[in-house]
C-alpha cells in the first residue's frame, strides 16, 4: 500500500460523515419527539445543536477541497469524495428539516394534544431510512442503498393521507387551523426528509458501481 | 475531452507477444487505437508500455535478442511485412524521447535534417523549417535565431524542437516516451496544449508515468502490468469508472 497519508485522509473523510450522518439522525428524532410531547425545552435544544451539523458541512466541505486540491483522487476514490460532498449536503438539509420542525413546535397552541398518528409514522420511516442509507454508505451495499430507497414510496403515501385529513380537520374545527397548518408543514418536512435519505442511496449506488440512477 | 470520436483506426494491434531473449515481456496484446486522438499508456515500471510504444514503430528491431510475433496495421499497412522499409516507417511514425535529444547542430538544420535526408528540395526547406517550428509552438520564440546551436535552447524548448523535428517529415502518427518527465510544470504544460493541437493532425500515443498528465490530455487510456494489457477505455471511463481491480489499485495509488 502506497500514498498512506491519502488513505487515511479518505477514512478520516469517511468517519465524518458516518459521525455527521448519527448527530443528523438524533436531532430528526429529538424534534420529533418534541413535536409529540409539546416539549419546548427538547424543540430548543433542537434548534441549538443545528450548529453542530453546520459545523461537520463546513468542516467535510474544507476536507474535500484540500483532498481534491492536493491528492487528486481518481477511480473509487474520487467517487467516494464526490459522493461525500452530496450526502454532506443532504445531511444538513435534513437538518435543516428537523430544525424547522422544533421550532414550529414552540408556536403550537395550547389546547391541541397530539398530532395525527401518521406523522409519527412518517417520522420513524424517515429516520429508518436514514439508519440504513448510512449503513449502506459505511458498507457500499448496493442492494440495501436500492432497498432503503423503495421506502421513501411509504412516506409519499403517507405525506398525502395525511394531508387530507389536516384539510378536513380545519374544515370541521375552525379553532385547529393555526396547528394543523403548521402540521402540513411538518409533513412536507418529513416528506423531504425521505428524499434526502433516497439521495444518499444514490449516491451510494454511484460510489459503489459508478452507475447513475434516479430512485426519487 | 469528450469529442465524440467516429475518426476509425488508425493503429490495430493483433495477438502480439514479444520476447526479449527467453523474457516473455508483452503477452498477446490487442488493441485498436483511434485515428486523430490522443491515447496514453500507463501502468508501473517494467509493465512493458514503453516496450510496447517501440513496437508501433519498430525500434525493438534494434534490440538484439528480441524477437516479436502478431500483427501490427498502421493505416492499413502490416508494419513488420518483410517490405516495409523502417526509415520509410519510422517517417510515418514518428518518436520523442524522454529526454530532449536535439543534434549539436543550429535549430534550422535541426528540423531540416530530416526533410533533407528524405529528398526535400532545398528551396522546400526553408518553408518546411517554419511549418514545423511553428507547429510545435517554437516559431515565435526562435525565429529571429535559427542559425543558433539547438544546444542552447532550454529543456523545453529543446523538446518541442524535438517535436518540430518529429513534425517537419509529416508524420501519421507521434509517439512519445515520457515526454515531460525532464521538464518542469510550465514547460510540461506547453507541451500537453501541444499534444492537444497537434492530435488534430496526427494521431498520438503517449507514455507517461504521471498519470494525471494521462487524464488531462488522452482520449483512451490503456493500462499495463506485467507485459498484459489489463484495460483499455475512453479515458474518463477509466479514471471514474475502471472496470478491472488491477486499475483501480493503480490508479488510486494501492500499488506501484
Known amino acids: 500500500m502506497t500514498r498512506t497519508q491519502y488513505h487515511n485522509d479518505l477514512d478520516a473523510l469517511k468517519r465524518n460523515i458516518i459521525e455527521m450522518g448519527e448527530k443528523s439522525h438524533r436531532l430528526i428524532v429529538d424534534s420529533v419527539k418534541a413535536l409529540d410531547s409539546r416539549d419546548i425545552e427538547l424543540a430548543g435544544n433542537v434548534v441549538q445543536r443545528d450548529k453542530e451539523i453546520d459545523d461537520y458541512d463546513l468542516k467535510i466541505e474544507r476536507f474535500i477541497s484540500q483532498l481534491i486540491a492536493r491528492q487528486s483522487p481518481t477511480a473509487g476514490d474520487m467517487r467516494l469524495v464526490t459522493s461525500c460532498f452530496k450526502i454532506s449536503l443532504d445531511l444538513e438539509r435534513m437538518s435543516d428539516n428537523a430544525v424547522d420542525i422544533a421550532k414550529g413546535t414552540r408556536y403550537l397552541k395550547e389546547g391541541y394534544t397530539r398530532p395525527p398518528g401518521n406523522i409519527l409514522k412518517m417520522a420513524e420511516l424517515g429516520q429508518e431510512m436514514l439508519r440504513q442509507s448510512m449503513k449502506a454508505f459505511d458498507t457500499l451495499d448496493e442492494d440495501l442503498a436500492r432497498a432503503t430507497a423503495r421506502e421513501d414510496d411509504k412516506i409519499d403515501r403517507l405525506f398525502y393521507e395525511t394531508q387530507k385529513e389536516l384539510i378536513e380537520m380545519m374544515s370541521q374545527d375552525r379553532s385547529m387551523i393555526n396547528n394543523a397548518s403548521y402540521l402540513l408543514f411538518v409533513i412536507r418536512y418529513l416528506e423531504r426528509i425521505g428524499d434526502h435519505a433516497c439521495n444518499i442511496c444514490e449516491s451510494v449506488i454511484y460510489m459503489a458501481s459508478g452507475e447513475r440512477v434516479d430512485l426519487n | ?256
Request: charged share 25%; glycine share 8%; proline share 4%.
Open chain 2, 1 to 256: 475531452m469528450s469529442d465524440d470520436f467516429t475518426n476509425g483506426t488508425e493503429i490495430e494491434v493483433r495477438g502480439l507477444n514479444l520476447w526479449y531473449g527467453t523474457n516473455h515481456a508483452l503477452h498477446d496484446i490487442s488493441i485498436d487505437i483511434p485515428k486523430n486522438s490522443v491515447t496514453a499508456f500507463i501502468g508501473p515500471s517494467g509493465c512493458g508500455k514503453s516496450t510496447f510504444l517501440r513496437c508501433l514503430n519498430r525500434m525493438n528491431d534494434l534490440i538484439p535478442g528480441c524477437r516479436i510475433e502478431g500483427k501490427v496495421n498502421i493505416s492499413g499497412q502490416d508494419i513488420y511485412n518483410k517490405d516495409v522499409d523502417v526509415v520509410d516507417l519510422r517517417k510515418k511514425v514518428g518518436m520523442v524521447f524522454q529526454k530532449p535529444n536535439p543534434f549539436p547542430m543550429s535549430i534550422h538544420d535541426n528540423v531540416a535534417y530530416g526533410p533533407r535526408i528524405h529528398g526535400a528540395a532545398k528551396k522546400e526547406v526553408g518553408g518546411i523549417v517554419e511549418y514545423a517550428l511553428r507547429s510545435g509552438a517554437l516559431w515565435d520564440e526562435v525565429s529571429g535565431r535559427l542559425s543558433t546551436s539547438a544546444l542552447d535552447l532550454s529543456g523545453g524548448q529543446q523538446q518541442r524542437l524535438c517535436i518540430a523535428r518529429t513534425l517537419a517529415v509529416k508524420p501519421e502518427v507521434i509517439l512519445f516516451d515520457e515526454p515531460c518527465s525532464s521538464l518542469d510544470p510550465i514547460s510540461t504544460s506547453k507541451i500537453e496544449d501541444l499534444i492537444l493541437e497537434l492530435k488534430k493532425q496526427y494521431t498520438i500515443v503517449i507514455v507517461t508515468h504521471n498519470m494525471q498528465q494521462a487524464a488531462r490530455i488522452s482520449d483512451h487510456t490503456a493500462f499495463f502490468l506485467l507485459g498484459d494489457l489489463i484495460e483499455f477505455g475512453r479515458t474518463e471511463q477509466i479514471f471514474e469508472s475502471p472496470q478491472k481491480k488491477e486499475t483501480e489499485d493503480y490508479i488510486t495509488g494501492r500499488f506501484g
